[in-house]
């Protein structure tokens, strides 16, 4: 065997960043027990507290928490008083991790992962197979995870901001407009929509039972459901009722057929109908996609995304890291020809079409 010698610098350095990836990875367990138990919730607002004080609010047992606080001082999501031997959670950090109506909420993302390393043999599956994987076999933790996240991060932008960025949009829905939500899920943006603009009725479509079930409840929670239908189907089963507003809220890229799927969505437009196309923020070319972002994305992409677009026929896989040019040339394909991006964040893009 070549013996190639190692560049000990570049080594440490490596090594310290794989060990923190790791450590981050036994922290993101921390979290998510510190969500589901309350324990943020608990700390939120209170001032210092000792150990036995967070866990008399908890309602948990005092050693488990003391080790749990043990690894919040670690990581610096919890301040430490050593003298006093109290603990305190900053009010910012407390938006991230604890209250449950704050755009920036975090803990619920944490389920995602939880469900990709349960569902860890079936993405060996299939990337020996090539076989792709449906969203809808995937551990239940998946679809509450991507549903709570997704309901606050749009919460805080999809009436106040992309709408807005629309051209011309928000008058049509106030003076009352059909709206189509292609993948709804859970249907949180279909709600939310719903409930910022009462002349307006609107139809949510996608291809996961369950997770249409959960939307007609949320509806009906929310006092909507008047105005809101959802329905099992796929992009392609889209029915061509004539849309002021049609929308993709991070779904086209998990599509096997994106091109079919915004070629039907044009013959379901009204005149002058718009689409607003919600993806993953990404640059068009790899290299720019560096980052904890692009990092979340492409991993993300490579289980659930690409391969539930492998499992409905995989005819264009584009996965989450798509990036402008790929989905402009998806539209223009379908026949679209007006194409702008209309708003953007660090997470999203947010594109405008138009036949």
């Known amino acids: ?28 367990v921390m979290v998510s027990l510190g969500d589901k138990l309350g324990l943020y919730r608990a700390l939120a607002g209170a001032g210092p507290l000792t150990s036995a004080e967070l866990a008399e609010r908890a309602g948990c047992a005092e050693r488990y928490v003391r080790e749990w606080l043990g690894s919040q001082v670690a990581a610096a999501y919890v301040e430490y008083d050593s003298a006093a031997e109290t603990y305190e959670l900053p009010p910012e950090h407390a938006a991230v991790l604890a209250d449950p109506d704050s755009p920036m ?31 809808g076999v995937h551990d239940e933790r998946l679809f509450c995870g991507v549903a709570a996240f997704y ?30 939500d292609v993948g709804c899920g859970h249907g949180h943006s279909t709600v939310l929509m719903a409930e910022a603009f009462p002349n307006s009725t609107f139809f949510g479509i996608d291809p996961h039972e369950a997770s249409i079930e959960a939307a007609i409840e949320n509806a009906e929670a929310a006092g909507v459901a008047d105005r809101v239908t959802f329905s099992v189907g796929t992009a392609v089963d ?19 057929d994106p091109v079919g799927a915004a070629r039907q969505a044009r013959s379901a ?12 923020y990404a640059a068009d070319s ?24 492998v499992s409905e026929g995989g005819h264009n896989v584009l996965g989450a890291q798509a990036g402008e040019a790929r989905l402009a040339d998806v539209f223009a394909e379908a026949g679209f020809t007006h194409w702008r991006r209309a708003e953007q964040t660090p997470f999203n893009l947010v594109l405008e079409a138009r036949a």
């Open 269 to 280: 437009l009204a005149d002058g109908g718009t689409v607003m196309l919600v993806e993953p």
């Open 286 to 309: 790899l290299e720019d996609n560096e980052g904890p972002i692009g990092r979340l994305y492409y991993s993300a992409s490579t289980t659930l995304c690409c391969a539930h677009a």
């Open 238 to 256: 889209l029915p061509e009722q004539g849309f002021d507003l049609i929308c993709f809220f991070d779904a086209l890229h998990d599509m096997g």
């Open 105 to 135: 909420l975090l803990t619920p993302a944490y389920n995602v992962p939880a469900s990709m390393w349960i569902d860890e043999d079936r993405a060996v599956q299939a990337f020996r197979t090539g076989e792709g994987v449906p969203w």
């Open 1 to 28: 065997m070549t013996t190639i010698a190692l560049n000990e610098d570049k080594l440490q350095a490596f090594l310290d960043r794989a060990f923190t990836d790791l450590a981050a990875s036994y922290g993101g």
């Open 151 to 180: 309901q606050n991060a749009y919460a805080g932008s999809l009436v106040p901001q992309w709408l807005p960025a629309l051209d011309g949009v928000v008058e049509q829905l106030e003076r009352g407009a059909k709206v189509a």
